[in-house]
């Protein structure tokens, strides 16, 4: 967390690196990688009492020859029809171990489930984990009147309401994907209608 790694310099999460390097030295690996969120490279960890990149740790740690090859990477670039950024980073000996390039074909939405038939709320189809689930009649409504791309939020009518007044929330919530574009970052929450980009 690069909240924690600042503010909480001994809190044991800014450690698990340090944990990471003393196995990997220990077995005598010969590759490792490190998926992380996109901030890592740019983090600290607290070693010896001093803040020290992330990176910079990495590489004075690991065996002599070794190098470690960070890069942030878009899942969209790789076959995945979801735009997901995490940081990679891989550990060879002479950086020998590099990342894969980036690939011209970017799949989207319709390419990954356009195909599948259309559900109404709470139905299943004959197909295996293809079914709709049961969803709040307020939400559908709101759903159904906002167009692809957009939130609901920004609808003249049937917007997300409570006692028919218009209720707050961020942009990205209670809003429909575009079809012809990778889905954004598949959420914990990607069941609810309310939550982040999940139409």
């Known amino acids: 967390s690069v909240a924690n790694a600042i503010k909480k310099p001994n809190d044991p999460r800014n450690k698990l690196i340090i944990h990471a390097m003393e196995i990997f030295s220990k077995i005598s690996a010969k590759y490792m990688l490190i998926e ?11 070693h010896n009492g001093k803040a020290v990149n992330i990176i910079d740790y990495i590489n004075s740690v690991i065996p002599k020859g070794y190098k470690c090859l960070s890069q942030v990477l878009d ?43 259309s559900l109404k709320n709470g139905e299943h189809s004959s197909l295996p984990w293809h079914f709709a689930p049961k969803h709040n009649p307020n939400h559908i409504k ?42 954004p970052t598949v959420t914990m929450t990607n069941g609810s209608i309310s939550s982040q980009n999940n139409v």
Do not use: C
């Not at 992380?36 to 607290?46: A, E, I, L, R, S």
């Not at 997901?84 to 489930?113: A, C, F, Q």
């Open 36 to 46: 992380n969120v996109p901030q890592m490279p740019k983090t600290f960890v607290f």
């Open 142 to 183: 709101w759903m159904l009147a906002t167009p692809e791309g957009q939130t609901a939020f920004n609808n003249k009518v049937d917007y997300p309401s409570k006692d028919g007044r218009k209720i707050k929330g961020f942009m990205t919530t209670y809003k429909r994907m575009f079809w012809d574009q990778p889905a």
């Open 75 to 117: 899942a969209k670039y790789f076959g995945s029809p979801q735009s997901r950024k995490r940081s990679i980073s891989l550990i060879s000996e002479n950086g020998s171990w590099r990342h894969p390039s980036k690939s011209n074909k970017i799949l989207t939405l319709r390419d990954s489930i356009g195909h599948l038939p």
